[in-house]
């Protein structure tokens, strides 16, 4: 039995040895340690042997078994290690080739301009607040000095959620709701940029656009008069725009200011002189502005005797188009990303 063991370990150490991969490997493993491996079955016979015999036949069996499997072990390491290695070889990254490149967006110039008005305006001392898109009749018309059935209402209107809520038409609806919640007492200073929607669709109007609102209450005393108005958007407009250009007050009217302005910009495709863009007259509308009605302050909290004040709101989209030469409003909508890439650079500069 003794030379049956021995050759069993002869034999299998030899296989481990020419053992290629450790597929093979393990069938050596299963042929020699198995169940029904040839070792297995040595111990399964012992019972025919002698008590003296049995404990030195079961520890030659043990050794060898020992042996074996720390020799398999030994080999299994090795073609492991081999193993990393060839994978290691295969898949080496190049470093030094050119990465794909990763493309990336730009802000659009309408962003990029609520973004600068709102940098310039908190330079000034003001507040940037914002308001709800989906505004109620009282706060879009009523409390702006616009009661139903006013005739000036047909300007703005608009898409009806229900008959008290619609989507708001101007952001001077934000006006009402920040003097009501400084309780009429507080001075304010104000600009809210933000989406306001009517029932327009042609080349120069968009169902959506933006606009920017501004709001200026204090003290009677204090810098609220039609010169202040004038000098805020003269600074507002020629650092946006650039100092060239120049501003034209034109009187005009709405419900929530007394007196009101429209306020024109010299054109900035044909410099004043005339075209198709200004509609020959050089001019560009851009602001709509004016003292606070009387009306306005008292209905929401503030003394008109006490108080005063001037606002102003403005299109987004006209002043992108101003700051950045774009001629056609829709390129603002169309998102083109030729169109849209040209302003990349910008956000280097
Ligand atoms: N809300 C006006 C509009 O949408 C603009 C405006 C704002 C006019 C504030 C005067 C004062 O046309």
Redesign the pocket.
Known sequence: MQEQISKIKEMTLQKIQEAKDSKLLNDVKVQILGKKGELTQVLRGMGALSPEERPKIGELVNNVRNEIESKIKEKEEEFKAKELQQKLEKETIDITLPSTKIKRGSKHPVNRVIEEIEDLFVSMGYDVVSGPELETDEFCFERLNLPKGHPARDMQDSFYITEEYLLRT???AVQARTMLAKGGKEPIRMICAGKTYRREDDATHSHQFG?V?GLVIDKKDKNVSLADLKGTLEVFVKKLIGKNCELRFRPSY?P??EP?YEVDVSCFKCGGKGCNLCKQTGWIEVL???IVHPNVLKMNGYNPEEYGGF???TGLERLAMFKYGITDMRYLYTNDVRFLRQFDRKDEE
Do not use: I
């Open positions: 101007q952001t001077s606009q609102e709405f929530f200011t009101s709509g502005a004016g606002a102003f709101g």
